[in-house]
């Protein structure tokens, strides 16, 4: 089962490493000593306990859709020439980049600072994880 060092937990939850520490000491999250003697947490806790923590904002458009995957975030660019444009939308910790034509970021308003909604839905997503399969 991998393990993460506290400095490792934090990145990942985006938190400090004191905080993580604070989490530990109130018992919401668990922690174990490793091989060497130094704190780690279980990554299936981790993975339980950033389910439970995360809290998305509420997504403001009020539609109904199959797509489950929904990003609330602020734009924070706009690339457009006559025919399409780039919008770049900060969604928590995630940057999400959407290809479209510049008629819809017109008829959508898109411009700095406006909250939008990513919905992704796809059909191909690549998994990864660190030094690959061995």
């Not at 668990?30 to 780690?40: L, P, S, T």
């Not at 924070?76 to 020439?81: C, E, L, N, P």
């Not at 919905?119 to 399969?133: D, I, L, Y």
Request: hydrophobic share 45%; charged share 25%; net charge negative.
């Amino acid at each position: 089962m991998p393990q993460f060092r506290f400095s490792e937990a934090a990145r990942l939850l985006g938190v400090s490493d004191d905080t993580v520490r604070r989490w530990v000491r109130a018992g919401a999250l668990d922690a174990e000593e490793d091989h060497a003697g130094r704190k780690v947490v279980d990554g299936a806790k981790l993975a339980a306990f950033a389910r439970a923590q995360a809290e998305a904002p509420d997504d403001p458009s009020g539609v109904g859709r199959s797509a489950r995957n929904r990003f609330v975030g602020l734009v924070t660019d706009v690339v457009a020439d006559r025919v399409m444009a780039k919008v770049e939308l900060q969604c928590g910790p995630h940057t999400i980049v959407s290809l479209m034509s510049a008629e819809a970021v017109n008829e959508l308003g898109l411009e700095p600072g406006v909250l939008a909604v990513a919905v992704v839905k796809a059909t191909h997503v690549v998994v990864e994880t660190p030094g690959g399969a061995q």
